[in-house]
């Protein structure tokens, strides 16, 4: 099983960064899958969340900043993220939570995940 996201960089605040993550080893559409994101000495923080039906959920910083997709065709999650501010730097980190009944489901909490990459860097410079 694996979740291999890339995207991550340097970026200037207001700019724009696409992360993307590409699943395998597991039947990627029978699970939703999230964004989230962790800065140096702060905890796991929610960023977003799709289900298998393509709802989506955001935290209430990122809305109208930050735009979730998927294509269950390529097995790929995407996070456009736009209007960067420094605070979104963090390590950005996809997950995969096990949903084969519930097309609609989606999870902003991460401890139910099942299954999580390694994570790539985004830095906001002011």
């Known amino acids: 099983v694996q979740l291999v996201e890339s995207g991550g960089g340097l970026v200037q605040a207001g700019g724009s960064l696409r992360l993307s993550c590409v699943a395998s080893?597991?039947?990627?559409?029978?699970?939703?899958v999230g964004w989230f994101r962790q800065a140096p000495g702060k905890e796991r923080e929610f960023v977003a969340t799709?289900?298998?039906?393509?709802?989506?959920y955001y935290a209430d910083s990122m809305k109208g900043r930050f735009t979730i997709s998927r294509d269950d065709a390529k097995n790929t999650l995407a996070l456009q993220m736009n209007s960067l501010k420094p605070e979104d730097t963090a390590v950005y980190y996809c997950?995969?939570?096990?949903?084969?009944?519930?097309?609609?489901?989606?999870?902003?909490?991460?401890?139910?995940?099942?299954?999580w990459g390694q994570g790539t860097q985004v830095t906001v410079s002011s």
């Open positions: 080893g597991f039947v990627y559409d029978d699970h939703a």
């Open positions: 799709i289900s298998r039906s393509g709802l989506t």
């Open positions: 997950g995969a939570i096990f949903a084969p009944l519930s097309p609609d489901f989606y999870q902003p909490d991460s401890e139910p995940y099942r299954y």
